[in-house]
């Protein structure tokens, strides 16, 4: 694909030009900020420009990056130094890496305030009030009069930093639960002071650091908000206190931007990072009550915007002027040039799972399930290279991990052939996909069966693989690619096992499915994974079944979940009135063939609590790697290579980036 744009774009209204204080923007696409962990030290990496880079090149008109850190006390966090001028070539490296391609850079400032992610509590937390933040109950330090003014200070120095090294500008994060949030919610601010009480005293620290960055830069340096626009917490900052929030800065006409953004550091933290229990762009009544509320004030949606038309769409209809994508760019970076280029079938979609904010929370390199090269050199519209010989190769297996390398393999010259027990590819994450909150998954193989049938890879669907059939190919090497399967909880009875009245829930998928109407009685699903497919689960029982008890050993649900999944998964337990019974494992009554006695008992042990009305019990449980036929195929003289769940039973992220390495290797 050319990398520019067309004289008459796919999607006309995206690409209309545009401008902010002054500089000119090609189109109406932003990179919405979100941070990489790809600094080391406070410094610019090499990677951290690979990424910002691709994405400018990718053709972006904007790109507001993670937050720098501004206060001395950000030196702790995976952010590039804005606090003094120790890194002041890295910031004018990466400002290059971006503006040289016709893309705007902004840099995101904020302070978490009370605000902590992980477990454990902070021990330098500062907010406005002595309130502890509504996730780790770290409690905060009341910032005083002068040292809301240092803060003020401090940020403003580090705009200027940014304003000499060539950024065009800074977005202000005043949502989110941040440190300005929680001064903007009457929920979280109990001053009684200039900066407490009425909207206008509450609002102050941002119209005084707006002050303060314009008066350190000059007229044409971008400056943009972040604002709740609901933030989902009672008492806090609803659609109409947003409202209000927008016409002041509006009519105060210091800022160039406003962007709308959900939830706040608390059970509605969820809202900011819209997962597949939303629906695609699920914010558009708040959008249209701001439009309608500051008509003038320039409006960028963010939040779940995947597809090109929908970006359109809202452009086109007025209701904003910009579009934010996050997520969306983390997977492809060419988006935009695709999008341009009447190609959004072949962008590889965002399938919302989280996995990339998992992974920054935690201070690694950000990663994602779908696009196994973020922030390499090569990321932007990367073709394998050719490889030095042509083998045959055949993959045994046609779910993400043996697609990844089937594509990838052919792609670089060698005869693949993949041999797959089920008619249709996918495999397990086809069978996740089927279930409830879960169909972005499917973009994810069927980007990758499109990318196999472009690149020659021969199919052989619908028939169990075995040595004799591997062998007839005579390949040079073998991947195996044949997923796991659930272990037996060892808990189970062998008495009640030996009756073949239960199976895992993947295997009950096909009678689960096949149920046309609500059965009465009750559904039990007995939790020993804790990832979102058991949950998908769940929710489809709670659909055919009239109660559903879920049983866990562990002390909560979706523990092996982002944060922002775990809470919306635990939101819709509780909406689909689904019973949790937590340390607990099933009991099955002695005279179970008889009486069908189910029920739970804890793991610490004493008398069991019955279910009544169980019609149905199943499982969900750590995966065994499906490798039998490693042994045999090394005892034949083949090298044997094993990824994704046939190596180690794991995330749809590890199948891809298994696929993607072992493709490369051989």
């Known amino acids: 694909m050319n990398q520019i744009f067309p004289d008459t774009p796919a999607y006309p209204e995206l690409f209309k030009p545009f401008a902010l204080a002054g500089k000119p923007l090609k189109n109406r696409i932003v990179h919405a900020a979100i941070l990489t962990a790809l600094a080391q030290k406070g410094r610019v990496t090499d990677r951290l420009v690979n990424y910002y880079s691709n994405r400018a090149k990718g053709g972006a008109a904007m790109i507001v990056t993670e937050p720098v850190g501004a206060l001395t006390r950000h030196q ?33 400032i904020q302070d978490p305030g009370r605000a902590r992610h992980v477990g454990g509590r902070l021990k330098d937390a500062i907010g406005a009030s002595p309130v502890a933040d509504d996730l780790s109950w770290s409690m905060p330090r009341e910032l005083s009069i002068s040292g809301i003014e240092e803060v003020i200070a401090s940020f403003a120095q580090a705009a200027t930093r940014l304003h000499r090294c060539g950024y065009s500008g800074i977005e202000i994060s005043a949502g989110h639960g941040h440190l300005w949030h929680q001064f903007l919610s009457p929920w979280s601010n109990l001053r009684e002071d200039r900066y407490g009480g009425e909207l206008i005293n509450r609002i102050r620290i941002l119209d ?25 917490v009672r008492g806090g900052i609803d659609i109409e206190e947003s409202c209000r929030i927008a016409q002041h800065l509006e009519k105060a006409g210091k800022i160039q931007y406003l962007c709308p953004t959900q939830g706040s550091h608390g059970p509605s933290l969820e809202m900011h990072m819209p997962n597949d229990q939303y629906s695609r762009v699920p914010y558009r009544s708040i959008f249209n009550r701001l439009r309608m509320a500051a008509p003038n004030l320039p409006l960028m949606a963010v939040a779940r915007i995947t597809d090109p038309s929908e970006a359109d769409q809202l452009v086109a209809g007025g209701q904003v002027d910009l579009v934010a994508l996050g997520r969306a760019l983390i997977t492809d970076p060419a988006w935009p040039l695709k999008a341009a280029n009447g190609k959004a079938r072949d962008i590889r979609y965002c399938v919302a799972a989280n996995s990339c904010w998992n992974t920054i929370v935690h201070q690694m390199p950000i990663a994602c399930d779908n696009n196994p090269r973020v922030a390499e050199p090569d990321e932007l519209l990367w073709q394998p290279p050719a490889a030095l010989k042509r083998k045959i190769i055949v993959v045994v297996g046609s779910g993400v991990a043996g697609l990844e390398a089937a594509w990838i393999a052919a792609s670089r010259g060698h005869h693949v052939v993949v041999m797959g027990k089920s008619e249709e590819v996918g495999g397990s994450t086809r069978r996740h996909a089927e279930l409830p909150h879960s169909e972005s998954l499917s973009s994810i193989y069927d980007w990758q069966w499109n990318a196999c049938n472009k690149a020659g890879v021969t199919f052989e669907l619908g028939a169990i693989a075995n040595l004799e059939k591997i062998v007839a190919h005579n390949p040079d090497e073998v991947i195996l690619a044949t997923g796991a399967q659930m272990s037996v909880p060892r808990c189970l009875p062998k008495s009640v096992l030996d009756e073949g009245l239960f199976m895992d829930i993947r295997d009950s998928l096909q009678t689960i499915h096949a149920i046309k109407s609500q059965q009465s009685g009750c559904a039990v699903l007995f939790d020993m994974d804790q990832t979102e497919g058991t949950y998908a689960a769940a929710f489809l029982l709670a659909k055919k079944f009239s109660k559903v008890i879920l049983i866990t050993p562990r002390e909560g649900v979706a523990q092996e979940t982002p944060l922002v999944t775990r809470q919306k998964i635990q939101r819709a337990i509780f909406e689909n009135h689904i019973e949790v019974r937590y340390l607990c494992e ?22 069991p609590s019955p279910i009544e009305g169980a019609v149905f019990f199943s499982w969900s449980s750590p995966r065994k790697p499906n490798n039998q036929l490693t042994t045999e195929l090394l005892s034949a003289g083949l090298i044997v290579h094993e990824i994704g769940d046939c190596k180690v039973a794991g995330s749809v992220m590890q199948a891809t980036s298994d696929g993607n390495a072992v493709a490369l290797k051989i």
């Open 208 to 232: 005084e650091l707006v002050d303060a960055i314009r008066a350190s830069t000059n007229s044409h340096f971008i400056i943009g908000v972040k604002l709740p626009g609901d933030d989902g």
């Open 76 to 108: 702790s966090s995976a952010r590039v130094c804005a606090w003094n001028d120790s890194e002041l070539s890295g910031l004018a490296r990466l400002a290059d890496s971006v503006e040289r391609h016709d893309c705007r850079i902004l840099a995101q």
């Open 586 to 607: 099933p009991w099955f009554s002695p005279a179970f063939s008889e009486d069908g006695g189910i029920g739970s008992i804890s793991v610490f042990g004493g008398e």
